[in-house]
């Protein structure tokens, strides 16, 4: 039996365990992927449909204050702002961590958009240009990141950088 193409038992076929999850499984494609729940009552297969939160992989948000490596912000939908703060992640180019940068010996945090910056043998200001400013709307993409906030919370969402920031002599 192909989870692709579920066949019914036969009438009087002993319904196992597995048989029942390879049914389950089939049925759950059929009608829909993953938005049904499938349960056996009695002699019966029951399919459901239950509801399901959308959760894009791409949000416009609104800048709301500016950490060292991530923002803060509100999502936006259809111009107002939904939900609570969301962190996001600077891109991995503005990060404030020298092991994003091969050809630094030090990376030192001056401000959340200030860096000085030392090969060895010079010394530069950097700063991100254009500037993040509160109030600013994003393209963020959800994706685990590894990384945490200030209050220790995963950080989901990575800005895409469309506005091309980067770090500029100062």
Known sequence: MSIDTP?????????????????????????????????????SIVVEQTPQIQRAPFRLMSIQSISNDYLTCLRL???????????????????HDV???PQLTTLTTVAAQTAT?????????WKVTPDYAVGSIILAYR??????????????????NISGRA???A
């Not at 939908?77 to 990060?95: E, W």
């Not at 910056?117 to 200001?125: F, I, L, Y």
């Not at 994706?143 to 969402?157: C, F, M, P, Q």
């Open 77 to 95: 939908y259809r111009g107002a702002t939904t939900g609570g703060n969301v962190s996001v992640l600077k891109p991995f180019d503005l990060l």
């Open 167 to 169: 770090w500029a002599v």
């Open 7 to 43: 066949k019914a038992p036969n009438r009087g076929q002993r319904i196992t365990a597995d048989l029942l999850r390879r049914l389950s499984a089939g049925s759950v494609q059929v009608v829909g992927g993953a938005g049904a729940n499938v349960t056996k009552q009695g002699g």
């Open 143 to 160: 994706l685990y990141t590894g990384e945490v906030d200030g209050s220790g919370e995963s950080i989901e969402w990575v800005d895409l």
């Open 99 to 101: 092991t994003y940068y």
């Open 117 to 125: 910056a030392t090969d060895g043998t010079t010394t530069e200001t």
